[in-house]
T-cell receptor, first 114, second 115 residues
Framework: SAVISQKPSRDICQRGTSLTIQCQVD?????MFWYRQQPGQSLTLIAT?????????ESGFVIDKFPISRPNLTFSTLTVSNMSPEDSSIYLC???????????FGPGTRLLVL | GDSVTQMEGPVTLSEEAFLTINCTYT??????LFWYVQYPGEGLQLLLKATKADDKGSNKGFEATYRKETTSFHLEKGSVQVSDSAVYFC??????????????FGRGTQLTVWP
């Protein structure tokens, strides 16, 4: 398994502002994903973070709202831009060494937008 | 498309009771199946997995069998403990998916165990 950390662990933000969430892994991984878990709901994939290329977004999610960086094989950031209360969620990153291997999750970032 | 249907919660049990959480799936290819657990205030942890039909995943007294004929992966535990109180998510990964490695999750089942 991999050891994954996320920063910040939680934050309270004002609407209209942006927050960047960091995901750090203790080993090199090919696959990194960003998920959203809205209150009382299941996990929804936002995008796949690809090293050296643009992220691949799922239907309903766009780069202008959720820009993602993946500068190397151990680190990624997700920015939640121009936030509204509807963005209040837990944001989780997950990693896998390859697409065939088990995915492991970070502890999550709990975001509340006022 | 791929999807996971999971038993609605919440589930409330007394300690030492038998637990079953139902999970069925739809997949276009040959999925791997997973159970993840989320303890209060924490992220998701992999509980167990099975990668092909008839495989049984097991961990911490929990087990689930990959049943291709019924497209199911039900989670069971013979005797639950208070410390098992958490949200349980069934998930699948489909090697035929257009998004490689993507996990499809069920809605989650909240389990509360009383002493």
């Amino acid at each position: 398994s991999a050891v994954i950390s996320q920063k910040p662990s939680r934050d309270i933000c004002q609407r209209g502002t942006s927050l960047t969430i960091q995901c750090q892994v203790d080993s090199q991984v090919t696959m990194m994903f960003w998920y959203r878990q809205q209150p009382g709901q299941s996990l929804t994939l936002i995008a796949t973070a690809n090293q050296g290329s643009e992220a691949t977004y799922e239907s309903g999610f766009v780069i202008d709202k959720f820009p993602i960086s993946r500068p190397n094989l151990t680190f990624s950031t997700l920015t939640v831009s121009n936030m509204s209360p509807e963005d209040s969620s837990i944001y989780l990153c997950s990693v896998a060494r390859t697409e065939k291997e088990t995915q492991y999750f970070g502890p999550g970032t709990r975001l509340l937008v006022l | 498309g791929d999807s996971v249907t999971q038993m609605e919660g919440p589930v409330t049990l007394s300690e030492e009771a038998f637990l079953t959480i139902n999970c069925t799936y739809t997949a276009t290819g040959y999925p791997s199946l997973f159970w993840y657990v989320q303890y209060p205030g924490e992220g998701l942890q992999l509980l167990l997995k099975a990668t092909k039909a008839d495989d049984k995943g097991s961990n911490k007294g929990f087990e689930a069998t990959y049943r291709k004929e019924t497209t199911s992966f039900h989670l069971e535990k013979g005797s639950v403990q208070v410390s098992d109180s958490a949200v349980y998510f069934c998930a699948l990964s489909d090697r035929a998916s257009s998004t490689l490695g993507r996990l499809y999750f069920g809605r989650g089942t909240q389990l509360t165990v009383w002493p």
